[in-house]
């Protein structure tokens, strides 16, 4: 700050100046917080309005974490959770991943019910570019939540490795679960199987487009009822991973079930107590 | 403390080690090639040699003893590029003697007060990540894809139908014995330790991420001590620490500055040197950009190549060290030489 007094001029532009900048700033704020006033980004996606419906979801409760930059698009490491309230009784009953700009948006569906517990999900997903990921979780009740991340995706280059002999698809089921469960206490489950997840659109070493293979389904039933059930697009990573929660009733036998878009299945069976 | 959190705490105590070594000891491939060549002094190149002896042995060792297996490392890739692996050695030898110090050799440095390593270690990087993932990704992907060479095998012993102890005893005792046989060296003990320490940390890092890190649901990557990527990492992580995961490349970053930080400290040997002029400076900017260029083509540096890349005696490590050493060849001694030692 100068020492020296302003002269009349001179206080004139210094409030005309203050008064353009506070404009400037209030436009500023406006155009910032408009977006969040108007459509969000699932407003934007067919896929995403199919599951929404007309009534505009909460933004709020429903967290996805995925890191911010990936400089690998084939599988990056996605959680999607729900932290928000529910009514007495009501539970999340269903949660759709979502990529705007994949080739096909669907990631993934997750059917949960009350023997899933906690409604946390993670797994490894495609990203083909730069763009946002949704999530969208529906209740038993019909309450719907919605949120929206961007991840920045880069070139990985070097990082192509050509397996020497890629693993028979849907062998070598790895499941961690816990043999012996609390009363109302869920935890983790974490499952991995071989599978190339080919998505149909990358082309062989010989030139030819690789035809599609996926796991398209993913089926936990404990004591015959089923408590966890996923259906996986193209959009999910080679040998799928996911991580889940359960919580069983009673003691007994958790069977785990892959089936793949050529008819094959995988089963994977455990036996745990209720403590 | 999950695995993850296990590999990165791991990763800084290598880093520590790492740093407290390399500033007590002056360990540094730059230095050793310009004493022999210029000063005919070879002991701080035989303490380098003897890093690579114990690299070699020390992971071959753990693979031999089915503690792990080096299929999944970055440097056995089957089909490198036979032009971007040594051109990117060049590069790197090159720009290292214009830096006067590789990007290991500039943290360490740096945590001395030297600034003319944050220089260098800011553009070497900046080009890593423009060369890895920005502006110049394209152009190298491009350039890789023309010139991918299918090899035969992906290291020596299965080029030589050998079991892969037998070329690691030979190659490894041959640098060991060259290192000790040098009557100098052999009195000189910050070398020979130095050599000895870093080079045992090469299985080390092994070790961590591919034992310690083993987790079939959430594999970590296998990597060991290198420093071109992860010094671009670390600016990447200082900048975007809230959406992305701390890693065993940026934990080691941190732990070599923290380590030689805390012996320059201990040693009373922390001065603040910039640069002496104008000049001086756009050598060091030059030196740092081409490291970074250079070692993501070579997939690494010095340390990345020269010690890990070697101790799996990938075939693609023995280009890319031909061109380190002739690049290092170029800025020492020839008419491209631009540095006064």
């Known amino acids: ?275 | 403390m999950s695995h993850t959190e296990l590999v990165v705490w791991s990763g800084l105590a290598i880093g520590l080690l790492f740093g407290a070594t390399g500033q007590a000891t002056g360990f540094c491939l730059t230095r050793g090639l310009v004493n022999a060549w210029r000063d005919a002094d070879t002991r701080k190149l035989r303490g380098f040699a003897l890093a690579m002896a114990v690299a070699l042995l020390g992971s071959q060792a753990l693979v031999a003893l089915g503690v792990l297996s080096l299929g999944d490392a970055l440097y056995l890739t089957p089909s490198p590029s036979w032009l971007a692996v040594p051109l990117g050695g060049v590069l790197f030898g090159y720009g290292m003697v214009l830096a006067n110090g590789c990007g290991a050799r500039s943290l360490v440095l740096l945590a001395g007060g030297n600034l003319r390593s944050f220089v260098v270690l800011v553009c070497l990087g900046l080009a890593a990540y423009m060369t890895l993932s920005g502006v110049l990704a394209p152009l190298r992907v491009w350039l890789e894809g023309i010139t991918t060479l299918p090899l035969p095998a992906r290291d020596l012993p299965r080029l030589l139908g050998l079991p892969a102890w037998l070329p690691a005893l030979v190659i490894g005792g041959a640098l060991a014995g060259w290192a000790l046989a040098g009557s100098a060296f052999r009195a000189s003990p910050r070398d020979w330790l130095g050599g000895s320490i870093i080079g045992a940390l090469v299985p080390a890092g092994w070790y961590v991420t591919g034992v310690v890190g083993f987790d079939d649901f959430e594999p970590v990557r296998l990597a060991t001590l290198t420093f071109i990527a992860p010094i671009g990492e670390t600016l990447q992580y200082l900048m975007l620490a809230t959406g992305t995961r701390l890693g065993f490349g940026v934990s080691v970053v941190a732990g070599v500055v923290a380590g030689a930080l805390i012996t320059a400290l201990a040693r009373r040997d922390l001065r603040l040197r910039g640069f002496d002029g104008p000049q001086h400076m756009l050598r060091s900017m030059a030196g740092g950009t081409l490291m970074g260029i250079g070692g993501v083509m070579a997939l690494g540096c010095s340390i990345g190549q020269g010690l890990s890349g070697f101790s799996t005696l990938s075939l693609a490590t023995f280009a890319a060290l031909a061109g380190i050493l002739a690049g290092a060849r170029l800025g020492i001694s020839s008419p491209l030489a631009l540095s006064k030692q």
Not at chain 1, 83 to 96: C, F, H, Q, V
Not at chain 1, 125 to 150: C, D, K, M, P, W
Not at chain 1, 244 to 255: D, I, K, Q, T
Request: aromatic share 6%; proline share 8%; hydrophobic share 35%.
């Open chain 1, 1 to 275: 700050m100068r020492s020296t007094p302003a002269s009349p001029p001179d206080a004139l532009r210094r409030r005309l100046l203050r008064g353009l900048a506070t404009a400037i700033l209030g436009v500023g704020l406006l155009g910032l917080s408009l977006p969040a006033l108007a459509d969000g980004p699932w407003q934007r996606l067919d896929a995403a309005r199919s599951v929404l419906g007309d009534t505009p979801p909460h933004t709020e409760g429903l967290v996805l974490d995925l890191p911010l930059v990936s400089e690998d698009g084939s599988a990056v490491a996605l959680t999607v959770g729900f932290e928000g309230r529910l009514a007495e009784g009501d539970y999340i009953e269903r949660i759709d991943l979502f990529a705007s700009d994949n080739p096909s948006p669907e990631i993934a569906s997750f059917h949960l019910t009350p023997m899933s517990g906690k409604p946390e999900i993670s797994t490894r997903v495609r990203l083909n570019e730069t763009q946002r990921v949704i999530a969208i979780a529906t209740s038993r009740q019909g309450e719907q939540f919605a949120t929206a991340r961007e991840v920045r995706v880069t070139v990985s280059g070097c990082l192509m490795r050509g397996d020497d002999a890629p693993p028979e698809p849907l062998s070598n089921a790895r499941v961690s679960v816990p043999s012996r469960f609390t009363a109302g206490q869920p935890e983790e489950v974490r499952t991995l199987i071989n599978h190339p997840m080919e998505t149909g659109l990358r082309e062989g070493a010989n030139g030819e487009t690789l035809p599609r293979h996926i796991v398209e389904r993913f089926r936990v039933s404990l004591n015959g009822e089923t408590a966890f059930e996923a259906e996986l697009h193209q959009s999910i990573s080679a040998n799928p991973y996911l991580r889940f929660h359960l919580s069983p009733e009673a003691g007994g036998e958790a069977v785990f079930e892959w089936r793949d878009d050529r008819g094959e299945s995988a089963r994977h069976e455990a036996s745990f107590e209720l403590g």
